[in-house]
């Protein structure tokens, strides 16, 4: 130990002294500081997703609605309503609008079908129904109203004495069953080149029968006699 006066300083203190003069200064790093308020970059990536999403239904409404009012409704392939609304529907399950577009569909081909049952054109009545089966096949009432377009196999099929037997109800309401009935029978008729007996309770029923089953073919006239009888049926003489 070193005596100087009044202090007394040890070998141990010089040593760590004459180090600390000598040894270099060290810099820490500046603190790293950390925005708590941005966004992870999968939650922005996240949100970016779901309003292109967003933005492509709402594309694909617009599709929707300018190809119904252009009645494109089940073609062309891939431009029409149907397609659009279900693209819709496969990016938003319970999308409502769509949902309502495709009823809309239905709807439509619904009225379609009936203008032309009304028409005696029973074919177009069956493909506008076909139509709104593919577009939702579980609509209320569409099954029934496919049924009604085709007649019941008894009453296509001749009785003992020769006549095919129709409705009496349904001629005299000029109902679309007895519209498809009388085309059936004509396709007979041109099949066998046979010529007709018409039998109805009026002349005007016979004519409305007449009427519907020359219609058929245009490019085949039927030759056929009318007698007033109660119960109205057409006989075929080959």
């Given at each position: 130990?070193?005596?100087?006066?009044?202090?007394y300083i040890t070998a141990l203190t010089?040593?760590?002294?004459?180090?600390?003069?000598?040894?270099?200064?060290?810099?820490?790093?500046?603190?790293?500081?950390?925005?708590?308020?941005?966004?992870?970059?999968?939650?922005?990536?996240?949100?970016?997703?779901?309003?292109?999403?967003?933005?492509?239904?709402?594309?694909?409404?617009?599709?929707?609605?300018?190809?119904?009012?252009?009645?494109?409704?089940?073609?062309?392939?891939?431009?029409?309503?149907?397609?659009?609304?279900?693209?819709?529907?496969?990016?938003?399950?319970?999308?409502?609008?769509?949902?309502?577009?495709?009823?809309?569909?239905?709807?439509?081909?619904?009225?379609?079908?009936?203008?032309?049952?009304?028409?005696?054109?029973?074919?177009?009545?069956?493909?506008?129904?076909?139509?709104?089966?593919?577009?939702?096949?579980?609509?209320?009432?569409?099954?029934?109203?496919?049924?009604?377009?085709?007649?019941?196999?008894?009453?296509?099929?001749?009785?003992?004495?020769?006549?095919i037997y129709l409705d009496v109800a349904?001629?005299?309401?000029?109902?679309?069953?007895?519209?498809?009935?009388?085309?059936?029978?004509?396709?007979?008729?041109?099949?066998?080149?046979?010529?007709?007996?018409?039998?109805?309770?009026?002349?005007?029923?016979?004519?409305?029968?007449?009427?519907?089953?020359?219609?058929?073919?245009?490019?085949?006239?039927?030759?056929?006699?009318?007698?007033?009888?109660?119960?109205?049926?057409?006989?075929?003489?080959?």
């Amino acid at each position: 130990m070193i005596r100087t006066p009044g202090i007394y300083i040890t070998a141990l203190t010089l040593v760590l002294l004459s180090a600390c003069s000598t040894s270099k200064i060290v810099s820490l790093p500046e603190p790293t500081i950390v925005d708590r308020s941005a966004k992870p970059a999968s939650g922005r990536a996240s949100a970016k997703a779901s309003a292109t999403r967003i933005q492509r239904i709402l594309i694909l409404l617009d599709e929707a609605d300018r190809a119904f009012k252009e009645k494109r409704l089940t073609t062309p392939e891939n431009n029409n309503a149907w397609s659009f609304y279900s693209r819709v529907l496969m990016l938003q399950p319970h999308n409502e609008e769509a949902q309502q577009g495709l009823n809309k569909i239905v709807e439509l081909y619904i009225r379609w079908s009936e203008q032309a049952s009304a028409k005696g054109r029973i074919d177009s009545a069956g493909v506008y129904l076909q139509r709104a089966t593919r577009v939702n096949p579980y609509y209320p009432g569409l099954k029934k109203r496919i049924a009604s377009l085709s007649p019941s196999p008894s009453s296509i099929v001749n009785a003992e004495d020769g006549r095919i037997y129709l409705d009496v109800a349904a001629v005299r309401s000029r109902k679309a069953s007895a519209k498809s009935q009388l085309r059936q029978i004509a396709d007979q008729v041109k099949a066998n080149n046979a010529r007709v007996i018409i039998e109805a309770p009026s002349d005007a029923s016979g004519r409305w029968i007449y009427q519907q089953m020359n219609q058929r073919h245009e490019d085949y006239r039927i030759r056929a006699n009318m007698k007033i009888k109660p119960k109205p049926a057409v006989r075929l003489l080959y």
